[in-house]
């Protein structure tokens, strides 16, 4: 009898090795997730896990991608995609990064604080960061499509702008540091980022 998997097995188990990930990075922090570790967590051996992902970068930077789709992050977009104009979009990915931030808050933590010393959790912190200024800069370049778009800032520095107002440095400060609401986050970045960039 063989011992390959199938391909529905196959997925099941990426999917575990990925929730296992999740669950530690979100505990403990990257630092402290070894793909032994991950391993232990799923149940398999170390050997089955670089099977699915052959180095810790990419199964770092599959773990956030993984967290986006149960997160349905693409539903979540649904309205700044479908925005009939580039305030209305702009205000719509706002909203939409903003009330996310919280939830794959433990996550981004342990990456951020981690990347100066650890490659794989850059590696995976940057791709994320590389999505979030994708949205930015959509955003941006519908605000100029409709000629909102400040004379004084070129698409680049807007999209630099607006993601730097998006950080999750930014959240934590506002959020927890100096005790914001949720609500009063999103509405206040979004006045925010209209007052920087229109004109």
């Not at 342990?110 to 800069?137: F, K, P, S």
């Not at 999750?168 to 100096?178: A, D, F, H, K």
Request: aromatic share 6%; charged share 25%; glycine share 4%.
């Amino acid at each position: 009898m063989s011992s390959a998997q199938s391909p529905k097995q196959e997925s099941d188990t990426r999917s575990r090795i990925l929730d296992s990930a999740w669950k530690l990075l979100a505990g403990k922090g990257a630092g402290a997730v070894r793909m032994s570790d991950i391993a232990k967590q799923t149940g398999i051996s170390r050997q089955a896990v670089y099977l699915h992902f052959p180095s810790r970068a990419e199964l770092l930077v599959a773990t956030t991608r993984h967290i986006d789709q149960v997160k349905n992050v693409d539903e979540r977009l649904a309205a700044s995609r479908s925005a009939r104009s580039g305030i209305e979009r702009l205000d719509a990915y706002i909203a939409a990064w903003g009330n996310y931030i919280p939830e794959i808050h433990g996550v981004a933590r342990a990456l951020i604080a981690l990347q100066d010393q650890d490659e794989d959790a850059r590696a995976a912190w940057t791709d994320r960061m590389n999505a979030v200024r994708h949205g930015c800069a959509a955003a941006v370049a519908a605000l100029s499509r409709d000629n909102q778009l400040s004379a004084e800032l070129s698409e680049r520095e807007a999209t630099d702008l607006l993601c730097s107002l998006l950080s999750v440095e930014s959240w934590e400060q506002l959020r927890q540091l100096c005790g914001w609401s949720q609500a009063r986050y999103v509405e206040l970045m979004q006045r925010t980022a209209r007052r920087a960039l229109l004109r």
